[in-house]
């Protein structure tokens, strides 16, 4: 071998123990750095955790590094807001001088929902696309308000309200004006149906002594029928578009039935009633009210036709215990002329009698026949006989 080849051999092993103690040293560099990374490791598991962590503005950013969720600080306190992919802020939580808002976005960028604090207690929302109210209830004062909308208009359609006094339903027509209402309070409990004139066409609840009633009325809302319960039992009525007259149907506490025909003035012009003998009882009264003509059921049993001039009664036609009796009276009240059948014999009896009702001429029939006149006293007596 040449001492050339002797160098160049020499030459290559050299270098051959240098590339070995070159890969000694890097494995034992990595050993050392992966026990370094692992005490590093060990080291900061062992770390004492954070107990806060300040800071004025948190942003979470997706993929294209735009802002997905941040966390602030406003004038009035926190604010959490949250974006869609698409870039719109769809979600915010914050609060207010009231207390705490929570507010929902479409992608549109359109309020949808929301749940808000205010004075007097909390109000929740729900919003069409386009941003108007389609519905909310909300805690009031002294109670709390439950209202839907029609598209297009935030004017109340339905209405719930609850107060203190009671509660209230309110359902309304596509112009806004009222066609239903309903309610309770402590006087009790109504429906009302409201007319296109804005006035009540119909009702049925009860009245001021809590009895239960109904009225239908025209269109201006004068009341055409009404019916409700009275002291006695019930009672219908029927009137005129004035409100006045008509027909009532009733009864009475002690002693049944009435019935009643008024004028336009609402005064009775005929009536039908049981009186107090629990007979009948037909009366005619005149414009003002006053009574023209009476058919009812006498002291005796018997039926009485009686008609008044004013107050004064002036005629009366009856039955007595010995047959039929007609009585004409003065102004006085004093019978004039008495015909009828004869209490002290058989037969007919025609008695004349003065202003005092004092008899001063009789005719009766039996025993035998006889006319007679008399004094004024009535002291004496001249009897009339055929020749």
Excluded at 112 to 130: K, L, M
Excluded at 217 to 239: K, Y
Excluded at 320 to 341: D, E, I, Q, R, Y
Aim: proline share 3%; net charge neutral; hydrophobic share 35%.
């Amino acid at each position: 071998m040449t001492p050339i080849e002797t160098r160049l051999e020499q030459l290559e092993q050299q270098l051959q123990q240098i590339k070995n103690q070159s890969r000694r040293e890097r494995r034992i560099g990595l050993a050392c750095a992966m026990m370094l990374g692992v005490a590093a490791l060990v080291g900061f598991t062992r770390a004492p955790k954070p107990e806060v962590i300040q800071a004025s503005r948190l942003e979470i950013l997706d993929a294209n590094g735009k802002i997905a969720c941040l966390l602030s600080s406003t004038p009035t306190g926190g604010q959490l807001d949250v974006w869609a992919k698409g870039g719109a802020n769809i979600a915010r939580l914050s609060s207010s001088e009231s207390g705490g808002d929570l507010a929902l976005w479409n992608s549109a960028g359109k309020p949808v929902a929301g749940i808000f604090a205010n004075s007097t207690g909390g109000r929740v929302e729900v919003t069409h696309g386009n941003g108007q109210i389609a519905a909310f209830l909300e805690a009031t004062k002294d109670g709390s308000d439950f209202v839907l909308t029609r598209s297009g208009s935030e004017e109340p359609s339905m209405q719930f309200t609850v107060n203190a006094e009671g509660s209230e339903g309110l359902l309304n027509r596509p112009n806004g004006k009222p066609a239903l209402r309903f309610g309770v309070n402590q006087k009790g409990s109504a429906f009302s149906v409201v007319g296109v004139s804005e006035k009540e066409v119909a009702y049925l609840g009860c009245d001021a002594k809590q009895a239960g009633m109904f009225r239908i009325a025209s269109g201006d809302g004068s009341t055409a029928l009404e019916g409700g319960v009275g002291d006695g039992g019930g009672e219908l009525a029927v009137r005129e578009t004035n409100g006045a007259g008509g027909c009532i149907l009733g009864n009475t506490a002690a002693r049944g039935g009435y019935s009643e025909i008024r004028n336009h003035d609402g005064k009775a012009a005929v009536s039908f009633e049981v009186q107090e003998n629990m007979g009948g009882r037909a009366t005619v009264r005149t414009a003002m009210g006053q009574i023209a003509a009476l058919l009812d059921q006498g002291k005796e049993e018997s039926g009485t036709v009686q008609i008044y001039a004013g107050a004064t009664r002036v005629a009366a036609l009856g039955g007595g215990p010995n047959g039929g009796l007609l009585n004409l009276f003065n102004m006085k009240g004093k019978a004039v002329v008495v015909t009828g059948a004869a209490s002290d014999s058989d037969g007919g009896l025609f008695s004349l009698r003065n202003s005092s009702g004092q008899q001063t001429v009789r005719a009766a029939a039996q025993p035998n026949g006889e006319v007679a006149s008399y004094s004024s006293d009535g002291a004496h007596k001249r009897v009339l006989m055929a020749p």
